[in-house]
């Protein structure tokens, strides 16, 4: 299982000390989200997603915005997008069959039942089972996530699969959208490599090969 982290200059800690901490708490490892967007419309954005995607691993998109949203979740070059219900963010099932249809992950982020109380917690939670039913009803790729920006945001699988189920969300599920970070990483980087060609075909001596070969 992995965590999608901010590792400095984005968050307060580096790469190193992030990966640290999660090796202790039992995770496989880290992902650092490369790029995470922030823009006032689906205009910039485009333009950011365009300039960031060739070099960075992970490149998502900060949602919270219906028209960011709706954005990311049509877009295939997106990998993530992240805090879709917060602010005035909405997300529904035409939004959720969008991202399913074209890769587009989506975070469930257990942050605010970390670190909300009273009122604004309730709304929270009552947003995120909301979120959480719209993604398992319509089979959409996701991600599990506390958004940690230093080492001392960092909590364990056992304790995000505890928060998990204070929404609905079951222990493998939480464990599926920890470990989705690793799977979606990996993928990026195979597909940046220069002998990749598409999914199962790879170029090989000047010649494309395909995974059934051998080398």
């Not at 998502?60 to 963010?89: K, S, T, Y």
């Not at 942050?111 to 109380?117: A, E, Q």
């Amino acid at each position: 299982m992995y965590e999608g982290v901010h590792a400095y200059p984005d968050g307060a800690s580096t790469v190193g000390r992030l990966a640290l901490t999660a090796s202790e708490y039992g995770y496989d490892g880290v992902v650092v989200r490369s790029v995470e967007i922030r823009a006032a419309d689906p205009s910039q954005a485009s333009g950011f997603v365009g300039n960031h995607r060739e070099d960075a691993t992970i490149v998502a998109v900060h949602g919270g915005d219906p028209v960011i949203n709706r954005f990311a979740v049509e877009q295939p070059a997106v990998d993530v997008l992240a805090h879709p219900m917060a602010g005035d963010g909405e997300f529904n099932h035409v939004l959720a069959r969008e991202a399913a249809e074209n890769g587009v992950r989506v975070e469930v982020s257990l942050k605010p039942v970390l670190h909300r109380d009273g009122g604004q917690r309730v709304r929270d939670l009552r947003a995120l089972r909301k979120l959480w039913e719209i993604l398992d009803h319509y089979g959409t790729p996701y991600v599990v996530s506390t958004d940690p920006g230093s080492h001392l945001g960092l909590r364990a699988p056992r304790e995000l699969q505890a928060l998990g189920s204070v929404v609905g969300i079951d222990a493998d599920d939480v464990a599926a959208g920890l470990a989705e970070w690793g799977r979606l990483a990996e993928r990026n980087r195979e597909r940046s490599s220069a002998s990749f060609v598409e999914p199962g075909v790879w170029t090989r001596d000047g010649r494309e090969a395909n995974d059934n070969q051998e080398s």
